[in-house]
């Protein structure tokens, strides 16, 4: 993908709540969205993806959902815990593309 | 499966030095990649190889270098290191070249001083 912005960059729930993350992106040929958690001082790792022939895509208190026609996708945790503190980023393909592009990352904060 | 294996795990490099990053995974993935990591940044790539033989630019390659001899090997080179070069690398590893799931390794932390 050419550019992926996201927001917000930091993100404050109570142990509970909801958690909404959104990326927009640039390149409407785009073909592939994951989502990567990022503990902090550990490696990136895939926490769920989705394609461009899916609108939605749930694992359990986690899912993403794609609007092809705005260009964005959101990353949604339900039911937040403390061990959910990270740094999220998203990325998107491009179109035929062997390069991911980032966004800047979310640090989300979960308040016991 | 060890899956991908970065060392070092730190380095420190004075300006003008060299050094090797090496990267190698055992899960007989074609598409490897290297992203450096800037605080606040997010990730960005710096060079890939869609499989042994071959490797292209990414986003950032000015002062670094690589080579794919073999499928689990892919090492990044870094010549006369310069400040800007100070980041987290991370090697990471796919089975799908479009863009599927990466397997990260631990990442190199670099100072360059």
């Known amino acids: 993908g050419e550019n992926v912005e996201q927001h917000p960059s930091t993100l404050s729930v109570q142990e509970g709540d909801s958690a909404v993350i959104k990326c927009t992106y640039s390149?409407?040929?785009?073909?592939?969205f994951p989502w990567y958690k990022q503990e902090l001082g550990k490696r990136p790792q895939l926490i769920i993806d989705?394609?461009?022939?899916?609108g939605e895509k749930k694992d359990q208190r986690i899912a993403v959902t794609l609007n092809k026609t705005a260009k964005h996708f959101s990353l949604h945790i339900t039911e937040t815990q403390p061990e959910d503190s990270a740094v999220y980023f998203c990325?998107?393909?491009?179109?035929?593309?062997?390069?991911?592009?980032f966004g800047k990352g979310t640090k989300l904060s979960v308040i016991p | 499966n060890a899956g991908v294996t970065q060392t070092p795990k730190f380095r420190i490099l004075k300006i003008g030095q060299s050094m090797t990053l090496q990267c190698t995974q055992d899960?007989?993935?074609?598409?490897m990649y290297w992203y450096r990591q800037d605080p606040g940044m997010g990730l960005k790539l710096i060079y890939y190889?869609?499989?042994?033989?071959?490797?292209d630019k990414g986003e950032v390659p000015n002062g670094y270098n690589v080579s794919r001899s073999t499928t689990e090997d892919f090492p990044l080179r870094l010549e006369l290191a310069a400040p800007s070069q100070t980041s987290v690398y991370f090697c990471?590893?796919?089975?799908?070249?479009?863009?599927?799931?990466?397997?990260f390794g631990n990442g190199t932390r670099l100072t360059v001083t």
């Open positions: 990471a590893s796919s089975y799908e070249g479009d863009g599927g799931p990466l397997h």
């Open positions: 390149d409407s040929a785009s073909n592939y």
């Open positions: 989705i394609r461009s022939n899916v």
């Open positions: 990325a998107d393909s491009g179109a035929g593309s062997y390069q991911l592009t």
């Open positions: 899960m007989n993935h074609n598409y």
């Open positions: 190889s869609v499989g042994a033989g071959i490797t």
